[in-house]
Structure formats: C-alpha cells, structure tokens
C-alpha cells in the first residue's frame, strides 16, 4: 500500500505509478484490491509554473519529447500548406497564384496575433 503523509493523503503521482505497474489500486476501507483495465495515460509540462521534475519511477513508464516552437517560417509554411489544402478540399474555384496570394496576409495577421498575445503573458 502506498505511504500516506501527515496529512492522510497520498500523492496523486503514486497512485498513477502504482496503476501503471500494476494494474490496480487498494481499497484502503475494504482492505481489497480495485482493477482498472483499458486505460490511457498522457501528459505533459508547463515549463513556466510547477514543478520540474518528475518522479522517475513513474517517468519511465512515458515517451518523453522535448520540442520549441517553430520558428516564423516554419509557421508560415505550416498554415499555408494547411489552409491550401483545406480550401482546395472544400471545392473553391480560385486559380491558385491568386489563392495563394490571400493566404499570405491571412497567416501573417495570425502570427502578429500570436506574437501580441505572447508579449501580453
């Protein structure tokens, strides 16, 4: 059974670990065990705020990715692939060099919007 603090509470980490090793929770009234099946675990970090690290017993059971946001031109070819796509799915009739030129001013309008928004934070 899991180590119960001063406080008579476990740590929400462990009794994830402990369902991932196991497959099961104790009943701490009915002294029994509880099985949990067909379950799905994601996560991820705030690199701002919280904690930084993370048990590593409970770490292992986890692919961990480390990414940085794309850079502009990354962007920017991202939502133009996106949105040329989308439109062309939807069946609009626009020639595409004229198509393409709309997009430029529209996914430069969402990235000065993203970046006014992150300057705010």
């Given amino acids: 059974?899991?180590?119960v603090d001063q406080y008579f509470t476990v740590q929400p980490h462990t009794l994830v670990r402990?369902?991932?090793d196991y497959s099961?929770?104790?009943?701490r009234t009915k002294l029994s065990l509880k099985d949990i099946h067909n379950t799905q675990y994601v996560s991820c970090m705030n690199p701002t705020a919280g904690s930084f690290?993370?048990?590593t017993r409970l770490q292992r059971?986890?692919?961990v990715f480390a990414l940085s946001f794309p850079g502009a031109d990354a962007l920017a070819t991202i939502y133009n692939s996106i949105?040329?796509?989308?439109m062309a799915a939807n069946g609009f009739t626009v020639s595409f060099h004229s198509f393409s030129l709309c997009l430029s001013p529209?996914?430069?309008l969402r990235a000065a919007i993203y970046n006014l928004c992150l300057s705010n934070i």
Avoid: V
């Avoid at 099961?24 to 009943?27: R, V």
């Avoid at 949105?83 to 989308?86: K, V």
């Fill in 1 to 3: 059974m899991l180590q």
């Fill in 18 to 20: 402990q369902h991932l």
């Fill in 24 to 27: 099961h929770w104790y009943d």
């Fill in 53 to 55: 690290t993370i048990n």
């Fill in 61 to 63: 059971h986890f692919c």
């Fill in 83 to 86: 949105l040329s796509q989308h």
């Fill in 106 to 108: 529209m996914i430069s």
